[in-house]
């Protein structure tokens, strides 16, 4: 599977293009302001792109949701149904950042609370796995054939999510990552939301708020 990343928008987020080699098939992991590089690749490469993935719905994981629909009107947008609130109040999300409301279709497919398994081909077959605690509805994206997790805003390089935002949770956000981020395999690559990427070995051994002595249990 190659993966390629789409770093844009003030806030400097990460959109993933996974793409499986042998039936030219895609999957957009967040749809931030760099998804619209995400979907013009696709047409010079001849991808097709299958669906977005949403880890979570805070405004720059869905603000380049607009350009992704305005050249594939019809592509299912799949998001966790906890975080449907969060979707519908994407206009007062960019209103406490002073930027204009995002164009954000009226389906997206709320099934990611009950799918344990996403299955696009080849290589795109993904586990769900649920992780709230910076979102209510917060999930993770994890190829486990491959070694890669989508980890949207639970954990980065060196640090986590914040937790101060609605629906945000300290407790719960590291609840998450002990039971969902550190149960993976010591080499699966972590593919955050913003930042680079990292390991689970890594962010075990050297992540400041989960080593031992400051959370207890990495």
């Not at 302001?33 to 949403?54: F, K, M, Q, T």
């Not at 954000?104 to 796995?129: A, N, T």
């Not at 910076?134 to 980890?151: C, I, M, N, S």
């Amino acid at each position: 599977m190659r993966i390629e990343r789409f770093e844009a928008g003030p806030f400097a987020q990460n959109s993933w293009l996974a793409i499986c080699a042998e039936s030219r098939g895609a999957v957009l992991v967040d749809a931030g302001a760099g998804s619209g590089a995400a979907v013009a690749l696709c047409e010079r490469e001849g991808l097709e792109l299958h669906a977005v993935l949403l880890t979570h719905a805070h405004l720059d994981h869905v603000d380049g949701l607009g350009a992704v629909r305005a050249a594939l009107p019809e592509i299912p947008v799949h998001l966790h149904p906890l975080d449907l609130p969060l979707w519908q109040a994407a206009g007062q999300q960019a209103a406490m950042f002073g930027m204009p409301a995002p164009r954000l279709p009226e389906d997206p497919v709320l099934d990611l609370g009950e799918r344990e398994e996403l299955d696009f081909g080849g290589d795109l077959r993904f586990r769900v796995r649920f992780a709230p605690g910076h979102a209510p509805g917060h999930v993770l994206f994890v190829q486990v054939d491959e070694g890669v997790a989508f980890v949207g805003d639970v954990v980065f390089a060196g640090s986590i999510g914040r937790t101060d935002l609605p629906g945000g949770s300290l407790d719960t956000l590291m609840a998450s990552i002990r039971d969902q981020v550190l149960t993976l395999p010591e080499a699966t690559r972590l593919l955050p939301g913003h930042g680079p990427e990292t390991t689970v070995a890594r962010e075990r051994a050297s992540n400041p708020f989960l080593v031992s002595g400051r959370s207890g249990f990495a």
